[in-house]
C-alpha cells in the first residue's frame, strides 16, 4: 500500500501562487510516478501533471502537463522526503478545484500513465477573481 497526503491548498487571487505537496509513504516501490489531478465542482477529474522518474541515472524525470497548466504549472520531487511538488503560477479562478495526488505507473516507451488506486485525501484550491 501507497499512503499519499496532500497539503498546500488555499484562497489565492487570480495571478497570485501556491504550492501544492504530495507527501508518500508505505510501498513507493509499487510506482515510479505521481500525477496530480484536480476536479471542479459539476466535472469530471483531469490529469493536471505527471512527474515519473527516469529509467536510468542519466535519463532524468519525465514530466507531463495539461494544456491548460502549461507554462504556468512546475511539478518536481524531493527524493530524500518522497515528497512531489507543484508550484502553481498566475492562477485563475478556472484553478479552482479540489487537487488530488495519485500514485500510479509511468510507462516510459508506450508514453502512458497508469493511475493505480493511491489517491491522497485532496486539497482545495480557490482562485478569486
Known amino acids: 500500500q501507497v499512503q499519499l497526503v496532500e497539503s498546500g491548498g488555499g484562497l489565492v487571487q487570480a495571478g497570485g501562487s501556491l504550492r501544492l505537496s504530495c507527501a508518500a509513504s508505505?510501498?513507493?516501490?509499487?510506482?515510479?510516478?505521481i500525477g496530480w489531478y484536480r476536479q471542479a465542482p459539476g466535472k469530471q477529474r483531469e490529469l493536471v501533471a505527471i512527474?515519473?522518474?527516469?529509467?536510468?541515472?542519466?535519463?532524468?524525470?519525465?514530466?507531463y502537463y495539461a494544456d491548460s497548466v502549461k507554462g504556468r504549472f512546475t511539478i518536481s520531487r524531493d527524493n530524500a522526503k518522497n515528497t512531489v511538488y507543484l508550484q502553481m503560477n498566475s492562477l485563475k479562478p478556472e484553478d479552482t478545484a479540489v487537487y488530488y495526488c495519485?500514485?500510479?505507473?509511468?510507462?516510459?516507451?508506450?508514453?502512458?500513465?497508469?493511475?493505480?488506486?493511491?489517491w491522497g485525501q485532496g486539497t482545495q484550491v480557490t482562485v478569486s477573481s
Open positions: 495519485n500514485g500510479g505507473w509511468y510507462d516510459g516507451v508506450m508514453r502512458a500513465y497508469t493511475p493505480r488506486d493511491y
Open positions: 508505505g510501498s513507493t516501490f509499487s510506482i515510479n510516478a
Open positions: 512527474i515519473s522518474s527516469g529509467d536510468s541515472i542519466s535519463s532524468g524525470d519525465t514530466t
